[in-house]
């Protein structure tokens, strides 16, 4: 039987797009569709524009600091749609890039939402219908707002770069990444920031003392954070929003920034008609090879629900091009994946916590928290802590937790070693680079605790 397309990939995000170009330089005939624009959520609406702001919303901080080293200098005001401007400029820039690189491949691109006819075709909502051997599922997730009255005037992660006005007073629901990313950002920019949280501490499923620390230095940089609070009803309040919640601290707020996680974007796409197994909140399964219980379709990414993060979606898109048309079966490793939080400061976190550890054998934890030399200088109180999680037994180096500034560039190289193996005694003698915060991670003497 032939087909138009050896590979058809439904998404233009960080997995298709990977997965697109692989198949397409292996030889394949790929044609890819992507509804919106080309990067997916990592370059239009999540990863870049998010650490772009991460940076404007750090300079007043960097010139009190400037201050307090005898510069005379002085903050002006930010000019937030001149940002704007030329952050989404920048967003054009790279979304060409992807475009120009996929379209240098060989790749067909069709501006167009696409759907599953069958288990070998694909319908455009351009009114094409196309062919292909191998159709591959990569359209990502959505922000999730709950269901409550008034819900609809919520802005979720996608608004914030899109923003008329930097809001005066901005609520952010939700404890996790993209929460207290947004409360840190927004706080550096100047906005008045109130976090609400409907459990105990923010960050739920990082290292317990890690999360304490970043919530002590976000508050203590202004983020008012209440834990066990949840938002009841919302209702218009002239141009703002009127915010009735749990323990009857009922507030007013120029704007409320919903981040209470991110659904699979599967609805619709024809999937279950197929016989493709979809779970409980509508993720596709996939084997290990990111194969559906339909042999010629495949999935990765977000919308598979496995470890939602930009790079993880390009290894998993990579790992099935290389099976399919590079003939060397690959799974994708989510074994020992880092990622960091762009709070300010940063959480950098690889392997488990220890809790997580814990559980599984006996450890020991070696922590410190100390006040590094640049802020301390500057008569700043905020501290920065590193954290090694060490199994008794093998002397393994189970889990690594920085918070502090730049903890994002630290832990991918802690994690070169915790995914070789390193034990602690491979850390202790690695001579230190001093003076660094990092250095720390080789001079942690004796443990704080054994459990
Ligand atoms: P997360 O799953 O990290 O956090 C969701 C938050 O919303 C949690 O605090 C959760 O509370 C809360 N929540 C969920 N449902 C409700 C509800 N009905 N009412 C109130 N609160 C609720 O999701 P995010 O949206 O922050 O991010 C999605 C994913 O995107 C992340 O998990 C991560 O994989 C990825 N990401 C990675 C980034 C990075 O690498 N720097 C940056 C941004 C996103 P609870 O803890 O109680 O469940």
Redo the contacts with the bound molecule.
Sequence with gaps: MSFDFDLFVIGGGSGGVRAARVAAEAGARVGLAEESRMGGTCVIR??VPKKLMVFASSYPAAVAEARAYGWSARLGGFDWLAFRAKLHGELDRLEGIYRGNLLKAGVAIYDARAVLEDAHRVRLDSGESVSAKHILVATGARPFV?EFPGHELALTSNDMFDLEALPKRLLV???????C?FAGIMNGLGVEVTQF???AQIL?GFDDEARGHVAEAMRARGIDIHCGT?VLAMERDGAGVRVACTGGNDRSFDAVLY????VPNSAGLGLEALGVGLGRNGEVKVDAYSQTAVPSIYAVGDVTDRI??TPVAIREGHAFADTVFNGRPTTADHELVA????TQPELGSVGLTEEQAREREPIEVYSAAFRPMQSLFAGQNEKVMMKLIVAQASRKVLGCHIVAPAAGEMIQLAAIAIKMGATKEDFDRTVAVHPTMAEELVTLRSPVRKA
């Design positions: 999540g990863c709950p629901v939700g404890g996790g990444y993209i929460a990313e949280y409907r459990g739920r949840e981040a209470t996680g991110r939602n993060l990622s960091a939080v762009f």
